[in-house]
C-alpha cells in the first residue's frame, strides 16, 4: 500500500505561480510512474501531467509551457510547478500511482488551487 499526501494549494491571483507536493509514504515509489490529476466542479477528472522512473515527463495540452513534474525519490515526494496560473486551473489536484495496467492507484485527499483575482 501507499499512502499519499498532496499540499501546496491555496488561493492565488492569475499570473501567479504554485508548487504544490505530493509525499508517499508506506512503500516506495521511485520505481513507479506518478501522475498529477486535477478536478474542477463539475468536470471530469483529467491528467495535468506525468513522470516516470526514468523521468520522462508528459504534459496535457492544458498546462503545457506553464506545468513542471518532477521527483525527488529520496524524499519519496513528486512536486507540480504551476506557473502563469489562470482562473481554468482552479480544481482540487490530486497524485497517484500508475500501475502496471496503466491504471492510477492510491489516490490522495487532494489540495485546492483557486485562481482568483
Known amino acids: 500500500q501507499v499512502q499519499l499526501v498532496e499540499s501546496g494549494g491555496g488561493l492565488v491571483q492569475p499570473g501567479e505561480s504554485l508548487r504544490l507536493s505530493c509525499a508517499a509514504s508506506?512503500?516506495?515509489?521511485?520505481?513507479?510512474?506518478m501522475g498529477w490529476f486535477r478536478q474542477a466542479p463539475g468536470k471530469q477528472r483529467e491528467l495535468v501531467a506525468s513522470?516516470?522512473?526514468?523521468?520522462?515527463?508528459n504534459y496535457a495540452d492544458s498546462v503545457k509551457g506553464r506545468g513542471t513534474i518532477s521527483r525527488d525519490n529520496a524524499k519519496s515526494t513528486v512536486y507540480l510547478q504551476m506557473n502563469s496560473l489562470k482562473p481554468e486551473d482552479t480544481a482540487v489536484y490530486y497524485c497517484?500511482?500508475?500501475?502496471?495496467?496503466?491504471?492510477?492507484?492510491?489516490w490522495g485527499q487532494g489540495t485546492q488551487v483557486t485562481v482568483s483575482s
Open positions: 497517484a500511482v500508475r500501475g502496471g495496467d496503466y491504471k492510477y492507484y492510491y
Open positions: 508506506g512503500r516506495t515509489i521511485s520505481t513507479y510512474t
Open positions: 513522470i516516470t522512473s526514468g523521468g520522462i515527463t
